[in-house]
């Protein structure tokens, strides 16, 4: 069974800050697949980044960037430059499985950008 | 590119009554699309898999009888509620897949309320 960990209901950060949003995860699978999604209050979710099991370095997209530890099984999202947009939920998920990765999201973070 | 769209955005519904939400890959071919459902302030849980041209797999505890997905073309997935009642209520999120192991690409979403 598949488990994902987002210890931080909700996160403050000052405008043009960085933010580190915490994502642990727990598998038996050798091969899986590590995404963030934000989700705004319009409730659509938006792919921000993924980072592969298998993947050396850290995944980066625009001012996201994925702080890939395999070892300590954490996959924590660091938004850089903070804008009052970014305010929304976001959900750490993971797939594996054979066929197109399932998904199985933690139970999300609030992040909350202050002007 | 990978937009998805769900039709219709919200929908208010009498007990009892059946009710019929379309998902639709507008620039790409989903082999797989999923179906989720959010409650207010909760995670999204995954409640089926489809793949094109064949049988939806279910999630352990949800009623195929009473969820029923069809995912006739690979640009259209339907999920129909049947016999909706008021603890039906909830956020309906569907995501496609172009490929194997791909990234997930979700709808807007569709908010279920069963008066």
């Known amino acids: 069974a598949q488990k994902i960990t987002q210890t931080q209901p909700g996160m403050f950060v000052q405008e043009k800050e960085a933010v580190t949003l915490d994502c642990t995860y727990d598998?038996?699978?050798?091969?899986?697949?590590l995404f963030w999604y934000k989700q705004p209050s319009s409730g659509e979710m938006i792919f921000l980044i993924y980072q592969g099991s298998y993947d050396e370095q850290n995944a980066t997209e625009g001012r996201y960037s994925l702080n890939f530890q395999k070892a300590r099984k954490s996959a924590n999202l660091v938004i850089s430059a903070s804008q009052l947009g970014d305010s929304a939920m976001y959900f750490c998920a993971m797939g594996s499985g054979a066929g197109s990765y399932q998904l199985t999201f933690g139970k999300g973070t609030k992040l909350s950008v202050i002007p | 590119g990978a937009v998805v769209s769900q039709h219709p955005s919200w929908v208010i519904c009498k007990s009892g009554t059946s009710v019929k939400i379309e998902c639709r890959s507008l620039?790409?071919?989903?082999?797989?699309m999923f179906w989720y459902r959010q409650f207010p302030k909760q995670s999204l849980m995954l409640m089926a898999t489809?793949?094109?041209?064949?049988?939806?797999?279910?999630e352990q505890g949800v009623e195929k009888d009473k969820f029923l997905i069809n995912h006739a073309s690979l640009t259209l997935s339907t999920l129909t509620v049947t016999s909706a009642h008021p603890e039906d209520s909830s956020f309906y999120i569907c995501?496609?897949?172009?490929?194997?192991?791909?990234?997930?690409?979700f709808g807007p979403g569709t908010r279920l309320t069963v008066l």
């Open positions: 620039d790409f071919q989903a082999t797989t």
């Open positions: 995501s496609g897949s172009r490929v194997v192991l791909d990234t997930q690409y």
């Open positions: 489809s793949n094109e041209g064949s049988k939806a797999t279910y």
């Open positions: 598998t038996s699978d050798q091969s899986y697949g």
